[in-house]
């Protein structure tokens, strides 16, 4: 599996957009980039995943370079309840199989 | 529905004890995943079964460590002659192999975990 990197620590005005970044330059071609978050105390929550193409939820949307090297995920409209970490893995596609690392925390503040 | 459960959702051992920890994955899921995130770590990745294919068994950190999966449904992790650097929230995840907007991408469901504590 692919190693990706996040900046440890982003801040975030209430009501802004969070861009979240994430590199994954050695990434393989069938692995996708999946994103999830954890919030304190909790268990991971998925947010999105993609492949080559941009994707977009209810919850965000997942900018994927052409190159597929590097990702941004972007909430939209950032609430004091999306303070978490998010994690940016990028994983088989055939097991599923995710591979954390240390994430990035968010901080939004009021 | 029903999401992924674990139980006990707290457990407290002595050194040296066995223990199990359970998890049931969301009905009609065919992957489930067992994961550990030891106090301030991130998430480490322990085993993962998939259908009646053999289990992926790579994250195990020691032999003292096993999992089974019985029926296709409910898994157990056992920890044999606990550590105190066992201590950590055991999470289990499962997943559906069903195609969704992205074939061969879907997201796994987690559990609340179990907070082992080895004294």
């Known amino acids: 599996d692919a190693k990706t990197t996040q900046p440890p620590s982003m801040d975030c005005a209430e009501g802004r957009a969070a861009n979240l970044p994430c590199n994954h330059s050695?990434?393989?071609?069938?692995?996708?980039v999946y994103w999830y978050r954890q919030i304190h105390s909790q268990g991971p929550q998925y947010i999105i995943h993609?492949?080559?193409n941009n994707e977009t939820n209810e919850m965000a949307s997942l900018i994927i370079t052409e190159d597929r090297k590097s990702s941004t995920l972007i909430l939209p409209h950032a609430t004091l309840r999306d303070t978490a970490v998010y994690y940016c893995i990028a994983g088989s596609s055939n097991t599923g199989k995710l591979i954390f690392g240390q994430g990035t925390t968010l901080q939004v503040k009021p | 529905g029903a999401g992924v459960s674990q139980s006990p959702s707290n457990k407290v051992t002595e050194k040296g004890k066995d223990v199990e920890l359970r998890c049931d994955p969301i009905?009609?899921?065919?992957?489930l995943y067992w994961y550990r995130q030891s106090l301030g770590q991130g998430l480490e990745f322990l085993i993962y079964f998939q259908g009646n294919s053999a289990p992926d068994k790579s994250g195990l950190p020691s032999d003292r460590f096993s999992a089974e999966r019985t029926g296709g449904s409910v898994s157990t992790l056992t920890i044999q002659r606990t550590q105190q650097e066992d201590s950590a929230v055991y999470l289990c995840?499962?997943?559906?192999?069903?195609?969704?907007?992205?074939?061969?991408?879907?997201?796994?469901?987690f559990g609340p975990g179990t907070r082992l504590t080895v004294l």
């Open positions: 993609g492949l080559k």
């Open positions: 009905s009609g899921h065919t992957a």
């Open positions: 995840a499962s997943r559906t192999r069903t195609s969704g907007r992205l074939e061969g991408g879907n997201e796994q469901f």
């Open positions: 050695t990434i393989s071609g069938n692995e996708y």
